[in-house]
């Protein structure tokens, strides 16, 4: 069974989404965080280097924030920004992957996946 998001709140507190997995985790993001990590073409050539610190958006007038978010098929989630962008779709795969807790931080470094190989 693949583990999916039982519910997805997109205005948790302090600026961050909210996702209750099927398997029981529950994931906390940063809107920073899940807005630097979209996954869409357009973002991930303007990636920050491997190593360097995320974040370096462009600075809004406004706080950055998702408006709304879609379910897109059974394995995916488009997230619509208050910047404008929404091309990100983040399947539920990659969200998981992009769980910041210690946990998962320490299983993603174990399994080399988390972007920063040496
Ligand atoms: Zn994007
Ligand atoms: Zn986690």
């Known amino acids: 069974m693949p583990v999916v998001p039982a519910k997805i709140r997109l205005a948790g507190p302090n600026h961050t989404v909210h ?3 099927s398997d ?3 994931s906390v993001y940063e809107y920073p965080y ?9 973002c ?4 920050p280097e491997p190593g360097q610190a ?6 809004l007038k406004k706080a950055l924030k998702p408006e709304r978010a879609e379910i897109v098929g059974r394995y ?3 997230i619509y920004w208050n ?8 399947s539920y795969e990659y969200l998981r992957r992009l769980c910041p807790c210690p946990e998962c931080t ?8 988390d972007g920063r190989q040496e």
Do not use: F, K
């Open 19 to 21: 996702v209750d997995w």
């Open 24 to 26: 029981g985790h529950a």
């Open 34 to 42: 899940l807005r630097s990590r979209c996954p869409c073409a357009t």
């Open 44 to 47: 991930q050539d303007s990636e």
């Open 54 to 59: 995320a974040g370096a958006l462009p600075v």
């Open 76 to 78: 995916a989630v488009q």
């Open 83 to 90: 910047d404008g962008h929404n091309s990100g779709i983040y």
């Open 106 to 113: 320490a299983e993603a470094r174990a399994a080399g996946m």
